[in-house]
């Protein structure tokens, strides 16, 4: 693979995602400035032990050009109290804020500040400052540790990680968050640090497995029923891969095995698909001779990271209700913007006026006499009948389509709490074309790309 | 139940069915002929050891008055070959068909001759008198000894056989033939003789469970997977039940039940269904919300023996078939006539355009390449992606819609020989409302029916 056209394409890559000398000099300015500003307002409040740190891809060398982002740890000494930490940390915090260009409180196991500062992503969360990675008192106090160990280890391949990093973000399994399921900065460089320069990643994730493990310290304690294991170098108990899904780790090595068959600039920057517009869009999907229902509703105001896993329990709970009515599913997604959709393709939306309820044995006499007395003489049954030793009446099916059920049920199904409460608030049925009436750029590509992003049917 | 009541019952039955002096002596008399004139023609023929002898219900006075069933059975020595038992039985029968209002040949294990003799319904079959029935050498040579075992056994029962006989036929369990599978009439005297009385084979049936078994000489020594065992007490291998469906077990026990809540000349005598015309049938099969597909096609010449058991293969090949392509079916049924019709009703007789074809999980590198080879840029993919750590193929359906599936597969169903010719010699497949159009009055009772006659459906 180390011919002229490969090193041509890297080069072709890192000239678009290598930060430039004047890039990184103004990062490094900015992120010394918050620093100096941390430890400044930490003094003159009289704290003691306190100090900032940068960590993540910017303190790596492992950033993208472009991407902006900062985070700016405030260690507080390991023994501080969790209200001190909290107190503290945030009164800090706000007071840069009180000089940037915007900013929010998010909370994650404690509170932390987000702003705008000078065109950056600001992060400035408090932290503990622990022995080690094994005895965090936070999730976010394993994170100086991983900047240690990257630091350490990444000898010179941090050009390495920005190809890794820009070839998963084409590829779309770039992103830890639980709307992506796919790989973490920190996983990517743990990757190239174990196969030594991205193209030896590369061609070893075309023969992974699921059960793949990877243990750089060989401290590993616990096993792990992931695709992917990668033991955390400064925790041997965590696996870093953990979030990342099946179906993101099947798409790596497909990628893979095609960069090696065909290395190409598209694989790391694809042409985004054109939207269609509505005529075309209700074409394509008329072609495929399946039934389209959409579930729209008021997208509830939380965070991605929670958002997420409760539409993919709601996408279960649908799939699960409709299959238990006999419907067919052949693929389900969601998308999310100021409206939150289900889109669910069945292989039919309407199923015939009845059902056959099926009794017990005939010859368990008991059960199988109440079953009888209960429907043979109904008034709105079908026929009753002896079939394959037991009886079988033929019932009205209640929900003869899939509109009347959802209307019913829906609100029956288990879904996580905000999106349970916001599809209780009021949603809507789209069927068939009207669903490419929904007014969204990115909703028109979600329907433009349809199935091929990540299903949940077996 | 010994009540008055049912005294009555019991009586207004057998008024209607226990055959006057009259009819019992005219019958005798035939017989005495028929006997008479085959042992004159032997004995003419100069054959040595040939007798006849008058087996089944009308020697042992268990027939229902109006059956004229008359079955002489030629014995020929159990030493003579069965080239001579061929050549001089069916000569002796010929002599006497010379006689008869018409005849024919017919053709069990080896030939015999059925006739209308003086209004009577004749069989004249040549077997062998072998020493018992264990050591019999065609299975007609079991008849005489089923013969002397009722004679000896039945003790003054023969009017409770007339009365389980004629319940068996009114809830449509009577006939061992493979278009019933229901109740021999040798079956129905073993029961009486087991249990006593016709009221006590009716308490004793509702508690049957599959694998019932009975064994009046305690002789059995084989194992039967059948739902009911009734150890043929002339053969301790043979279950006289062998050829009674599971659902016709069910339906008797079934039956049972319902004579004891209330006995009624209803259960003896059932009326027969109006057929419905065919704005009627049209409009009950509309409600229903199904698809109804019919394959017709010409009734193979055959007996009925051999052509049962052949579209019972052929509804089991031909729900196979629909079942692969994805198609589900509610129910199944065959009717003949002059035409022959399989009818299947389906959930819908349409599919989507599209079909999920899966591949081999993407890890399994060799294979889940060349399915990607085949499938990722075919010209007429509608999209291709992983799903659950599979490639999946969003593939053309090939018959979209389950007449085009029928018309080019059907003929390479396994239906056995003469049915397959039969359809081989063309078919028809008619849909909705087109079905109603076949002009019969039995196949508009079968349709008036629908489903409740034995299915094969899981």
Not at 327 to 338: A, E, P
Not at 391 to 405: I, W
């Amino acid at each position: 693979m180390e011919n002229d056209a490969f090193k041509e394409l890297k080069e072709a890559v890192l000239e678009k995602i290598s930060p430039k000398p004047e890039e990184r000099a103004h990062l490094k300015e900015i992120a010394e400035l918050l620093i100096k500003k941390v430890e400044y307002i930490a003094c003159s409040m009289g704290l003691k032990g306190v100090s900032a740190n940068l960590v993540g891809s910017a303190a790596r060398n492992t950033w993208i050009s472009g991407t902006h982002d900062l985070d700016i740890f405030i260690m507080f000494p390991g023994n501080a109290s969790r209200e001190e930490l909290e107190k503290n940390g945030l009164t800090i915090a706000r007071k840069i804020a009180e000089e940037s260009e915007s900013f929010e409180e998010r909370y994650a196991e404690h509170p932390y500040i987000n702003m705008r500062y000078r065109g950056f992503d600001v992060d400035i969360v408090p932290c503990f400052r622990v022995e080690s990675a094994a005895c965090i008192r936070s999730a976010v106090d394993r994170t100086p540790f991983h900047n240690e160990f990257v630091k350490n280890n990444i000898n010179g391949l941090e050009t390495d990680v920005l190809l890794l990093k820009q070839f998963m973000k084409g590829v779309r399994v770039y992103g830890s968050e639980l709307r992506t399921q796919g790989f973490s900065g920190y996983l990517t460089e743990l990757l190239v640090i174990k196969y030594g320069s991205f193209e030896n990643v590369i061609s070893s994730a075309c023969e992974w497995q699921p059960g793949t493990y990877i243990d750089l310290n060989s401290h590993g304690t616990i096993q792990h029923a992931e695709s992917l294991i990668v033991v955390d170098p400064t925790d041997p108990k965590r696996n870093v891969a953990a979030a990342l899904s099946l179906d993101k780790f099947c798409m790596f090595i497909d990628s893979c095995r095609k960069f090696l068959l065909s290395p190409t600039l598209d694989l790391f920057f694809p042409k985004s698909l054109a939207p269609m517009n509505e005529k075309e869009l209700i074409q394509r999907f008329k072609s495929r001779g399946t039934a389209f229902i959409a579930i729209t509703f008021k997208t509830p105001d939380v965070v991605e990271d929670v958002l997420y896993p409760q539409l993919y329990k709601m996408k279960l709970a649908v799939v699960a209700l409709l299959e238990e009515h006999e419907y067919r599913i052949l693929n389900v997604g969601s998308w999310s913007g100021k409206k939150t959709v289900i889109l669910l393709e069945l292989m039919s939306a309407t199923l015939p006026a009845l059902r056959k309820h099926r009794g017990p044995p005939v010859w368990v006499h008991k059960h199988s006499e109440s079953f009888k007395d209960k429907y043979e003489n109904a008034e709105d049954i079908f026929a009753f009948y002896i079939e394959n030793g037991t009886y079988v009446a033929e019932v009205p099916r209640k929900y003869p389509d899939v509109n009347s059920l959802l209307k019913e049920r829906l609100t029956l199904c288990s879904m996580g709490k905000q999106v349970s409460s916001a599809v209780k608030n009021g949603f809507e049925i789209l069927q068939g074309s009207d669903i490419c009436s929904i007014q969204d750029m990115d909703f028109k590509l979600f329907l433009a790309n349809w199935p091929g992003r990540s299903n949940i049917i077996q």
